[in-house]
């Protein structure tokens, strides 16, 4: 699993998706900061140092550092929601590598790209001193395989 998220972005909860080990087919449902062998670690690109981020109770929808919680159990069986340590998407790293691990699941590790620009924003990708031309010729350097065609809509 793979984000790209602006650096220095707070309060950041990803949805992540767990398999059941016994199949590595259906969802796995019941994790809890209780489970056996819960964890949660990192790693910044260019750090020397793992950091392990305590995994604590938390609430659907709301931003706690360390939090998990079960999305549904029935409708959404395997998702749940993690809440990412501030620390972990500041500036001064491009990369960043999370590893959940619980006893019975299998969760992929989860690679996010920091980036300079606002990849949530629709418009203009947080890029706002820039005119309609600048914005073009950066998201052609960023995004080489975009054609022209596909920018003039964006204009």
């Known amino acids: 699993m793979s984000y ?22 259906s969802g796995k449902t019941g ?7 819960g964890s949660a670690a990192y790693i910044r690109e260019g750090e020397a140092i793992v950091r392990r981020t305590p ?5 659907l929808g ?7 919680v079960e999305v549904d159990r029935k409708l959404l069986p395997g998702v749940y929601q993690f809440g990412v340590p501030d620390e972990m998407l500041a500036a001064g790293a491009e990369t960043v ?8 699941a299998v969760i992929e590790p989860i ?4 980036v300079a620009y606002d990849p949530q924003d629709a418009e203009r990708l947080g890029m706002t001193a820039l005119g309609p031309e600048g914005r073009i010729n950066a998201l052609r350097g960023a995004f080489p395989r975009l054609t022209e065609n596909e920018f003039r809509d964006a204009r």
């Not at 709301?62 to 998990?68: L, N, T, Y």
């Not at 590598?97 to 019975?104: D, I, Q, S, V």
């Open 55 to 59: 995994l604590l109770e938390g609430k």
């Open 111 to 114: 690679s996010i790209h920091l």
């Open 97 to 104: 590598t999370l590893m959940l691990k619980f006893a019975g």
């Open 62 to 68: 709301e931003h706690r550092a360390g939090s998990f």
């Open 4 to 25: 790209a998220l602006k650096k220095g972005i707070r309060s950041k909860i990803l949805l992540v998706y767990a398999l059941d080990a016994t199949d590595l087919r």
């Open 31 to 37: 994790l809890s900061v209780q489970t056996s062998e």
